[in-house]
């Protein structure tokens, strides 16, 4: 009977050692023992439309974020990594090649690029005495970017934590759960949109559910979400650093 009994003690320590290696290595539930919402913030067990509007609510009401990844917007690929907060943002961009770098503090918003990109590297014709004398003015300043000019509009999107956020954490078609994954060692519950098509969103199982990880619909671009709520400094820059190119900015 001894003997009976330690050999079931040992096949039960061995079961429940497979189960914990099946856990720690790949994240999945072992042997169908331990609840995959356990210890979370609850939200993987609500429905996806649920998690999406806490996430959203999350979002809205934290004080700063830093979204870094890609956006396909009207055919072309933005590269960029930005921190934002209520009052303004600061980061870089890159565009056909084209790379610089943005700060907004208020309304005030300023961009800030190499003499190569004042260039009109895309014009055919050449580059005129006036382009290569702006370029040598605007290289390597924060360029303030007039209220009127189409790039204040263009670019100053990507400054504004509220609408680029709005813009972006959307989900097209039916909602609905896609399981339990892991992002940066972050445990997370995903969503989906039309089974994927319309997008997948990650959203954090620790803490506050904030979006983690997004992959927009169709192809157009992926974004990770991270360094929810921490603050930065934001102000202007120095007098000698800026240039004041008047109402308009030439055209590149």
Same mark, same amino acid.
């Given at each position: ?8 003690? #040992? ?89 610089? #770098? ?151």
């Amino acid at each position: 009977m001894t003997a009976i009994l330690q050999g079931r003690t #040992r096949r039960a320590a061995l079961v429940g050692a497979m189960c914990a290696l099946v856990v720690t290595g790949t994240g999945l539930t072992g042997c169908g023992s331990e609840d995959p919402d356990a210890g979370t913030n609850g939200v993987g067990k609500l429905p996806a439309a649920t998690i999406q509007s806490k996430s959203r609510t999350a979002a809205t009401s934290a004080e700063a974020v830093r979204l870094a990844g890609t956006v396909v917007s009207n055919g072309r690929t933005y590269k960029f990594d930005m921190r934002l907060k209520a009052d303004g943002g600061t980061g870089s961009v890159t565009s056909q090649g084209a790379s610089f #770098r943005l700060l907004r503090v208020g309304e005030h918003l300023f961009l800030k690029a190499g003499a190569e990109f004042w260039s009109h590297q895309g014009d055919k014709s050449g580059s005129s005495s006036a382009d290569t004398a702006a370029a040598d003015k605007l290289g390597g300043k924060y360029v303030k970017v007039p209220t009127g000019d189409p790039a204040y509009k263009r670019f100053i999107s990507f400054t504004d934590k509220d609408v680029l956020l709005d813009g972006l954490l959307t989900l097209h078609g039916s909602l609905a759960t896609d399981g339990h994954h892991e992002q940066s060692g972050l445990r997370t519950i995903r969503i989906t949109g039309d089974k994927g098509a319309g997008g997948t969103l990650d959203v954090s199982l620790k803490g506050t559910p904030y979006p983690v990880l997004l992959v927009r619909a169709g192809g157009a671009g992926t974004l990770r979400l991270t360094d929810w709520g921490k603050g930065f400094a934001l102000a202007e820059p120095a007098k000698d650093e800026t240039v004041d190119y008047g109402r308009q900015l030439p055209t590149s």
